[in-house]
């Protein structure tokens, strides 16, 4: 586990060249990718969500294409189309952006639900299917989702089905002032995004991929894992809760955790520190809790308040 740890460390570091100051988002999808997860990233626009894809794809080595969405995008400009091609009499298959090993999908609800629905067998089934002829995704594979949580015109919401497909959401939020003002230092003469390099290989992320998942996890934390998950099903605030892809995400999630730091095993706050990211975005409220204005993120905390932490045994 020394060498996920040191891979980890290695990447965050570089990473954190150009991100300042968001080292618990930064680790957080550095969790996903381990996972072979996706992540859905809601912030206002301008905090560096593009730049995090952009740093993240250098410092591994990994191919990286941006899809901006738009309302008039079709499914093909997603996945690819076939092209006859009078030379040869015969038609050639010219991949989309999604082909990718890290893609971006820049403001995601800003495509048309036909187009969102490109995205849904690539990322679960990690292939596309175009004209009845199927091709594999590249590894790794992590697709970075990107929507606006303030501006609703013309979007259109993700469908549950694709929400839930996402590992984990997460805020970049705005930086401090001490980490804005470090920022200007940073960017005086260039972009720090031209000075980052690679700092591991494919083959090495490919490698920490496997070893997370000889991590140990004990039946008390695996109760205890479907302990929270079932919880968000009974919960009166909950209309619909969480559902079995939240257990086996807070499960890959814990072991990833516990191995960027150098554990073979996992503790409960491994479940605790995922267990936001991981499941508030797979809970519908109720209409009188949303009036009341609860947020998702405050019921996952009182469950894990509430929700009893196995003892050692």
């Keep these: 586990m020394d060498t996920v740890q040191q891979l980890t460390q290695r990447l965050i570091a570089n990473v954190e060249r150009v991100i300042l100051g968001k080292r618990e988002t930064i680790r957080h999808i550095i969790v996903a990718l381990l996972c072979e997860g996706h992540v859905l990233i809601e912030d206002v ?9 952009r740093a993240l794809a250098s410092s591994i080595g990994c191919e990286f294409r941006r899809i901006q969405f738009t309302p008039d995008m079709l499914p093909s400009d997603v996945t690819g189309v076939s092209i006859f091609n009078q030379k040869t009499q015969e038609f050639e298959f010219r991949p989309g952006p999604i082909l990718s090993q890290i893609v971006l999908a820049d403001e995601v609800n800003r495509a048309p639900p036909k187009t969102q629905a490109a995205l849904l067998e690539a990322m679960e089934e990690r292939q596309i299917t175009v004209d009845g002829i199927t091709y594999a995704m590249p590894r790794p594979f992590l697709v970075l989702a990107t929507q606006n949580p303030i501006e609703y015109e013309g979007t259109f919401p993700l469908p549950e089905a694709q929400v839930d497909r996402f590992m984990l959401r ?44 000889q991590v140990y ?41 516990a191995a960027m730091e150098g554990r073979e095993y996992i503790l409960p706050d491994d479940i605790k520190a995922l267990a936001r990211v991981v499941l508030a ?11 009341r204005d609860v947020q998702a993120q405050d019921v996952i905390e009182e469950i894990l308040a509430t929700v009893p932490v196995p003892r050692a045994t």
């Design 45 to 53: 626009p301008g905090v560096g969500k593009t730049m995090l894809a």
């Design 170 to 213: 997460v805020h970049l939020g705005y930086p401090t002032r001490e980490d804005e003002i470090a920022m200007l230092d940073t960017q005086r003469d260039h972009h720090p995004i031209e000075d980052v390099r690679q700092v591991i290989s494919v083959e090495e992320l490919l490698a920490a991929q496997q070893t997370i998942k």
């Design 217 to 257: 996890v004990d039946d008390a934390l695996k109760g205890y894992i479907v302990d929270i998950v079932s919880a968000t099903r009974k919960h009166p605030d909950i209309y619909l809760g969480a559902s079995p892809r939240g257990s086996l995400f807070l499960f890959k999630g814990a072991r990833a955790l």
């Design 281 to 291: 975005h797979r809970i519908i409220l109720t209409p009188e809790a949303r009036v």
